[in-house]
């Protein structure tokens, strides 16, 4: 079964540049999140989707960063104009949506972003 | 609101040593759960166990066991014997009683980084 996809690997951008990532989720899996990992911290959640629906953004910085997943499978990930502080890897996941049992987040290898 | 807290930051120890990542956890939910992942140099997270509140039995898996104690708001991971495979960053994570969807929103800590030096 392959896993969760993401491109770019790594990305460096100029700040108050634009960048775009991008998510494929595992087959059959509804549910897609989006993590930022600063370095020497663990993932923070920005945005979970519930197929195509946003189910938690209340952490994504809406002023700069948006997401989307149209037709409720790939997803991307942009922010826009870029902040230093904006380096950090953005991890992607997935999981299996079959209320009430528990699904385990499947994760992919992130992009690394770094703003200069 | 919630907290995980790994105090130990690093951890350096020699193949077939017993290493023990410790993981104090704050949260005022009387139902939730508790997560240990694995980050090796590869940079995607590895499940390794979810444990709920009300499920205080150790668990063993291997050469993995897990200590969790809610009079401490402890979750402690122990590998025995360890390998220099196992070598990764390991994050402590919890989250509320299940949300929409199924799956939980992970509040994760800062990891601690092993490194099992041959």
């Known amino acids: ?116 | 609101a919630q907290k995980v807290t790994q105090a130990q930051t690093e951890i350096s120890v020699v193949e077939k040593e017993d290493v023990t990542l410790d993981c104090v956890y704050e949260t005022r939910d009387t139902t939730y759960y508790l997560f240990w992942y694995k980050q090796p140099p590869s940079g995607e997270l590895v499940f390794l166990i979810r444990r709920n509140s009300f499920d205080e039995q150790n668990e063993i898996s291997g050469r993995y066991s897990w200590n969790f104690q809610k009079s401490t708001s402890s979750f402690n991971f122990t590998i025995t014997a360890s390998q220099v495979v196992d070598s990764a960053v390991y994050f402590c994570a919890l989250s509320e009683a299940l949300g929409k969807g199924g799956s939980e929103k992970l509040v994760f800590g800062k990891g601690t980084k092993l490194t099992v030096n041959p």
Not at chain 1, 13 to 42: D, M
Not at chain 1, 46 to 56: K, T
Not at chain 1, 92 to 111: H, I, K, L, R
């Open chain 1, 1 to 116: 079964e392959a896993g969760v996809a993401q491109s770019p690997r790594y990305k460096i951008i100029e700040k108050r540049q634009s960048v775009a990532f991008w998510c494929n989720p595992i087959s059959g899996h509804a549910t897609l999140y989006w993590y930022q990992q600063i370095l020497g911290q663990g993932p923070k959640l920005l945005i979970q989707f519930q197929n195509n629906g946003v189910v938690d953004d209340s952490q994504l910085p809406k002023d700069r960063f948006s997401a989307e997943r149209l037709k409720g499978v790939d997803s991307t990930l942009k922010i826009q104009p870029a902040k230093l502080e904006d380096s950090a890897v953005y991890l992607c996941a997935s999981s299996f949506s079959g209320e009430p049992v528990w699904n385990e987040q499947f994760f992919g290898p992130g992009t690394r972003l770094t703003v200069l």
